[in-house]
């Protein structure tokens, strides 16, 4: 597949986000979903060592100074899928990166991912997650909490869930009955899919409107594969 042209812009109908979080032991108390996570310093180094660490990155060409935390936009031309934003407070690390964002058929760059930072980091705690909407929505989850099986939610108009959100919860120090209205783990009910992963990853994927919390933005060069899965789900 050759690679796309720069200036290229993306379809305007087409959007889409991903996330990579791994969180290190020792882990901390779990947060409730109407909890806020403490404002903890950000290491810039240590953000552009876990960017390096992406399959889909071959290089870091420009770093940018640390800059509040807040929802990634969604690129609207190929220059714009090469910026990697990445923050590490503590044991916590969180990436996004929209050459990790799968189309829900044939794209598997997001478990591709999860699976290599999951043999990286056996110990830790790792939630992938991405969303995309090219005239229909898709979302797709991926959990990895040691001392339970593996947790993967997705689908388009209806989510399809494979593993126990139960002992997904449980494994985190969460007691799935006190969470209240919002959260039946059945899969009869609704299921609030924002908070549990608050709860799973530490507050990492939420955003306030004064957040106290920095990340840093990169720009890198794709390997052989993050241009593939650019390619591939961007420029179909």
């Not at 059945?186 to 709860?199: K, N, P, R």
Request: aromatic share 8%; proline share 7%; glycine share 8%.
């Amino acid at each position: 597949m050759s690679p796309v042209s720069p200036g290229t812009q993306v379809n305007p109908r087409h959007s889409g986000h991903a996330h990579l979080v791994i969180v290190h032991p020792p882990f901390a108390a779990p947060l409730q979903p109407n909890e806020r996570p403490s404002a903890t310093a950000h290491d810039p180094a240590a953000a552009a060592d876990a960017v390096l660490s992406l399959s889909s990155v071959s290089v870091i060409r420009r770093e940018y100074a640390p800059s509040r935390l807040e929802h990634p936009g969604s690129p609207a031309s190929r220059e714009e899928l090469d910026r990697v934003r990445a923050a590490v407070w503590g044991s916590t690390v969180k990436i996004s990166d929209p050459a990790l964002v799968e189309d829900g058929v044939l794209a598997s760059a997001l478990e591709d991912e999860f699976r290599a930072q999951k043999k990286q980091h056996p110990d830790a705690r790792i939630v992938a997650v991405c969303e995309r909407d090219f005239g229909a929505s898709y979302m797709k989850i991926l959990v990895a909490v040691p001392g339970t099986q593996d947790l993967m939610v997705e689908g388009f108009d209806e989510l399809e869930t494979t593993g126990d959100l139960r002992a997904t919860l449980a494994a985190v120090g969460i007691d799935p009955d006190g969470l209240g209205e919002g959260y039946d783990v059945s899969g009869e009910g609704f299921f609030d899919y924002d908070g549990f992963l608050h709860v799973l990853t530490g507050g990492a994927l939420s955003v306030y409107a004064d957040e106290e919390r920095f990340e840093s933005a990169f720009v890198v060069d794709r390997s052989k594969e993050g241009e593939e899965s650019i390619s591939e789900v961007w420029f179909p």
